[in-house]
């Protein structure tokens, strides 16, 4: 039955769950789009009724993805890029004169960057741009020196000097949370910080591993570990005071509420 109610969700309702993933209110999403809420509304019960799964939970102001969506964000961006190059393939069969632009990037900047790449290039052109995208993955470097990627989008900087990158998104800070008792507090920098399992919140808009934190681990050659992956604050805060893991904090309510844990300490770094 779910394979049937499937074959009736359309891409634009793809796109309002990936949207909604991401920003986390359907407000923000419907007028993004340009859409009435209630249309937000039903795109996302039509999928509930399909995985039947809430999907999504309203956490104060914001939906919390479930484990389900968590797991469908990344196919459904694929079919997304999927749907982008069958397009494609459709206007130029037709002979219609379009610049095809291929860029790789991972599931979390992937959203709306089709959209924008084309909208930059109406403002100093008039041509037809295709837009494709592609997985980050561990060869795409080696494609973009062959000339088989035009771009590419990640958390961090090209190691080879032959690639001409910059950082676009620039790290702000945060707390480093860990029980008072902890060795990192010895001396609580990033080279000792990648050596203990980081607790991961569920909301967290990446994983553990392609976090900040994450890519500098592997730069210098280690393997950021993942101790757990919490649903809550609650749940960080049992893990942080029963283990040897610590976890990053950017917002200072969240902040707060771990520093109410009499065994709990925070710093900023």
């Not at 809430?54 to 797991?71: C, D, G, K, M, V």
């Not at 976090?211 to 681990?217: D, F, K, R, T, V």
């Not at 917002?251 to 900023?268: E, P, Y």
């Amino acid at each position: 039955m779910a394979k049937d109610k499937l074959l009736d969700i359309s891409l634009a309702t793809l796109e309002i769950f990936c949207l909604v993933y991401v920003r986390k209110n359907a407000i923000e999403v419907a007028n993004h789009l340009d859409l009435s809420q209630p249309k937000v509304s039903r795109a996302l019960a039509a999928l509930r009724a399909v995985f039947d799964d809430p999907l999504f939970i309203r956490r104060e102001s914001q939906f919390q993805a479930t484990e389900t969506a968590h797991n469908l964000y990344p196919i459904f961006c694929q079919m997304m890029a999927c749907s982008q190059e069958v397009e494609y393939l459709v206007r130029g069969g037709k002979g219609v004169m379009a610049a095809n632009v291929e860029v790789a990037t991972v599931p979390q900047l992937e959203i709306n960057l089709t959209q924008s790449i084309k909208q930059a290039a109406l403002a100093v052109s008039e041509a037809e741009m295709m837009v494709a995208t592609t997985p980050w993955g561990e060869g795409t470097a080696q494609q973009l020196l062959n000339d088989e990627l035009d771009a590419a989008i990640s958390f961090e900087r090209a190691d080879n000097r032959a690639i001409l990158s910059k950082s676009i998104i620039q790290h702000r800070g945060g707390h480093l949370v860990a029980r008072k008792d902890h060795p990192i507090w010895q001396a609580p920098n990033i080279d000792n910080m990648i050596d203990y399992p980081l607790v991961k919140l569920i909301t967290m808009p990446f994983p553990a591993n392609r976090s900040p934190l994450g890519c500098y681990a592997k730069r210098v050659g280690k393997q950021l570990q993942l101790y757990a992956t919490a649903p809550d604050l609650g749940s960080a805060a049992n893990s942080l005071l029963n283990s040897d893991a610590i976890i990053i904090i950017g917002v200072q309510g969240a902040v707060d509420f771990l520093k109410k844990h009499q065994w709990i300490a925070c710093t900023k770094n």
